[in-house]
C-alpha cells in the first residue's frame, strides 16, 4: 500500500510538472503576428544580405570546383578572391 501510494505521488508530481511546463510554453509563444513579424525582420529576407550570400556561395564551389581539377594546395591562399597563387605562408 505504501508503495502505491508512493508511486501515486511520484505521478501527481511529475504530471503537476508537466502541466506547469505546459503552461508556461503557452504564454511565452508568440501570437501569429509576432511570428509574421519575426520572420519580416530576419537577415534572409533582405535581398542586399541575400546576394551577398550568393556571390560566397558562388566563390565557394569555384574554390572547390578549382581544387578538384588541380593539385595545388588552394588552402594555403592568402587572397581567395584571385584565381592565382600558391603557397604563401
Do not use: I, Y
Request: charged content about 25%.
Amino acid at each position: 500500500m505504501e508503495n502505491l501510494r508512493k508511486l501515486l505521488l511520484a505521478g501527481a508530481v511529475l504530471g503537476a510538472g508537466a502541466g506547469v511546463g505546459t503552461a508556461l510554453f503557452a504564454l511565452v509563444t508568440p501570437g501569429e503576428e509576432r511570428k509574421q513579424a519575426m520572420l519580416k525582420e530576419m537577415p534572409e529576407q533582405d535581398p542586399q544580405r541575400r546576394d551577398e550570400a550568393a556571390r560566397t556561395k558562388q566563390l565557394l564551389l569555384a574554390t572547390l570546383q578549382e581544387a578538384a581539377a588541380t593539385q595545388e594546395n588552394v588552402a594555403w591562399r592568402k587572397n581567395w578572391m584571385d584565381g592565382g597563387g600558391g603557397r604563401s605562408a
